[in-house]
């Protein structure tokens, strides 16, 4: 855009002279308005230089102040006046507060109209601005046909750095640098970017909805460098920020069209990469979903097919299982968030060997941990270190809170359904204890625990058919029956090792055995019937304890 100094270029305009507000000359000019109301503020645009002869104030000059102070705030370019037809000259405190706000007022020579001065000048802008049309519209074909023949990313932004003869930066929606121009491969540009970058993370929720600031120079801390920001849309919530230096050197005719032109393929670049992600994940998801279910038995198989997604054969296996807390989280949103929480994972786990696969299977995100068999890294005490540090990243740039079930370690390929099966078990056994934002590691059952997954009727009618009338002892009898078979078998049916935990005769634990197999009907020393009662009186307190 022109500024007002350069519209001492025009030939008519040449011998106007600066009365006030000199340092306010390099002020944007983007329209001309010709006006002789005294409430010509209510129709001036942002950015325009007003032409007048003051007819308006003829009576009293001095009420430019409030003019100027209105149209200053707009804000406008300034105001150009033709003296000696209504105003003979300006008031000191006009030109000292014009000065004060380095607010332009340029002197028209008489000889001029106003209706010529402006109609030139507006051909000056109006030329200008057409040629940053057609330089924008460059820009979009040259752009255009490089997406078209397969350009990357980065050459993308390079061809942009080049155009605008300016350092670019492109940052991700997490305000990591994804690609940026050849001026930042010198060792101080490379301190601005990750300084750029560092800001930017800092708040990245304020500056994604800022459109300029100022960076220090990392090595003139006392130097400021001005970047304007450009948001990059895609399908996902976040945009990526085109970052430009130095916005107010672009060489003519480089315009704020023009970036936002290149910025629109950068986008259409985005999406297609995105789209090509999505179907490889697709692919992705569909292997691991078919493999944690059990769907591929043979070993062989899940080595050959699972190697072009990252599969590695003779490895440590542990699968953590990761769910957003709020149940209200749709499976569009689930979807939009997977590529940035793969970077996260990726990052979150970058020193430890390991290399992750991260697939989606139904409300989860499932991180596949694989690395080397002789790894020395202590497994558990690393992962939830990692998770945690993870949690909190995400929760910080993302606001979302996660929560992670973890399996146990295998060391065979054919085993991932198990970790799988044992990581969302120990999601759900968090998810009760803990509610949300929590780290679960699989512990596998107790037997007990086993037991009472069973349907309670179904124990009952075992207990009571096993154990017949010792079921409910009513005798302090049948207490000692049933306490001497409980350390009877615990003792693998040993007398002398019974009798003395017991503080008993070894005839007396004889005479207690047989008459329980007489209530029992069977022998305890059956391989069978031993497990039977074991399991029986493994149960005992879970009925004895009802009655």
């Known amino acids: 855009m022109k500024k007002v100094e350069d519209l001492f270029f025009v030939d008519i305009f040449q011998e106007a002279k600066v009365i006030a507000g000199h340092a306010g000359l390099k002020r944007e000019v983007a329209s001309i308005e010709v006006s002789e109301t005294p409430d010509v503020i209510h129709f001036l645009a942002e950015n325009s230089l007003l032409i007048t002869t003051g007819y308006a104030f003829k009576d009293n000059p001095a009420e430019l ?95 942009l750095g080049s155009l605008l003869k300016s350092p670019v930066l492109l940052l991700d929606p997490m305000g990591e640098t994804t690609s940026f121009s050849h001026h930042f491969q010198a060792g101080n540009m490379k301190m601005m970017a990750e300084n750029v970058e560092k800001l930017i993370k800092s708040d990245i929720d304020t500056y994604r909805e800022t459109d300029a600031l100022s960076v220090a120079n990392p090595n003139e801390p006392n130097i400021k460098f001005s970047i304007k920001l450009f948001q990059v849309k895609t399908m996902h919530p976040y945009p990526y920020l085109l970052i430009i230096f130095n916005p107010e050197e672009l060489p003519y005719p480089a315009s704020q069209l023009a970036i936002e032109q290149a910025s629109t393929i950068i986008s259409f670049t985005l999406l297609k990469n995105e789209a090509i992600r999505e179907n490889n994940r697709l692919l992705e998801n569909n292997f691991f979903t078919s493999l944690v279910d059990g769907n591929i038995s043979s070993k062989q198989e899940i080595i050959h097919r699972g190697k072009q997604y990252g599969l590695i054969d003779n490895h440590n296996y542990v699968c953590i299982v990761c769910k957003i807390d709020d149940d209200k989280q749709n499976t569009d949103i689930m979807n939009n968030l997977y590529d940035y929480l793969y970077k996260y994972l990726n990052n979150s786990f970058f020193n430890i060997d390991t290399k992750n696969i991260v697939f989606m299977k139904d409300a989860y995100f499932v991180i596949l941990m694989q690395f080397p068999l002789n790894i020395d890294d202590p497994v558990k005490t690393s992962i939830e270190e990692r998770l945690k540090e993870f949690q909190h990243k995400v929760y910080l740039n993302l606001k979302i809170s996660l929560s992670f079930g973890v399996g146990n370690l295998f060391n065979d390929v054919s085993y991932i359904p198990i970790t799988f099966a044992e990581a969302v078990e120990a999601w759900k056994q968090g998810k009760e204890l803990f509610q949300y934002k929590f780290i679960n590691f699989y512990v596998p059952k107790q037997l007990i625990e086993l037991l009472r997954l069973i349907p309670e009727e179904s124990l009952l009618q075992f207990y009571e058919s096993t154990l017949h009338s010792l079921s409910y002892p009513k005798s302090k009898d049948e207490e000692d029956l049933v306490n001497t078979l409980i350390v009877y078998l615990d003792n693998n049916c040993e007398i002398a090792l019974t009798s003395r935990k017991l503080y008993v005769h070894r005839n007396t634990v004889k005479y207690r055995i047989a008459k329980c197999e007489e209530i029992l009907g069977c022998s305890v020393h059956d391989s069978q019937n031993s497990l039977h009662l074991r399991l029986a009186l493994l149960m005992r307190a879970m009925f004895i304890r009802e009655r």
């Open 65 to 159: 102040v409030n003019l100027i102070s209105q149209i200053n705030e707009r804000p406008c370019a300034g105001i150009a006046i033709k003296l000696k037809r209504f105003i003979d000259e300006i008031p000191q405190e006009v030109i000292d507060l014009a000065n004060s706000l380095n607010f332009p007022i340029i002197q028209i020579p008489e000889s001029l109209t106003l209706g010529t001065v402006a109609h030139q000048l507006l051909s000056f802008i109006w030329d200008s601005q057409i040629q940053e049309l057609f330089y924008a519209i460059h820009v979009h074909k040259k752009f255009t046909n490089m997406m078209i023949k397969g350009y990357k990313l980065q050459a993308l932004i390079e061809s």
